[in-house]
């Protein structure tokens, strides 16, 4: 299970970069999640909390790039087959990833609209022209 152990160096991962991290479940510590996140890990926990996902997620891999990022959690989800993971089959697609990551990010900044998350609003406005 070495491939499992958290990152060490807490920070390290304050900041954006390539992530592979797990979720184990809260009280039997069984690994349930493995993920990816190219925003700083504990908006990514955050938003899964948010979502249902309350997990003990921890950082388990820094990657130099996307790809080494996408191997990573790709290999480590054939290994262990984590119940929550739902495509386990193939690896993720990366410009799908980054664009998934990205729109993501937007959610609570006021400078998007945070209905679509494509376009931007103008101040003290919530939607874009389109969705209000
Ligand atoms: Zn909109």
């Not at 990816?36 to 926990?45: A, C, L, M, S, W």
Request: glycine share 6%; aromatic share 12%; charged share 25%.
């Amino acid at each position: 299970m070495d491939d499992l152990i958290c990152v060490k160096n807490k920070n390290l991962i304050f900041s954006k970069g390539f992530y592979v991290y797990k979720g184990l479940d809260k009280k039997t510590k069984e690994l349930l999640y493995i993920g990816t996140t190219i925003q700083v890990p504990n908006d990514r926990f955050r938003w899964h909390r948010n979502n249902g996902k309350d997990l003990l997620f921890d950082v388990i891999k820094i990657c130099d790039n996307g790809n080494d990022m996408l191997n990573c959690e790709f290999q480590l989800i054939q290994k262990y087959k984590p119940k929550l993971n739902k495509i386990t089959h193939r690896k993720q697609n990366l410009n799908v990833l980054l664009s998934d990551n990205e729109l993501e990010s937007r959610k609570g900044n006021p400078y998007w609209c945070q209905k679509c998350l494509k376009r931007h609003v103008n101040a003290g406005y919530m939607y874009c022209y389109n969705c209000s």
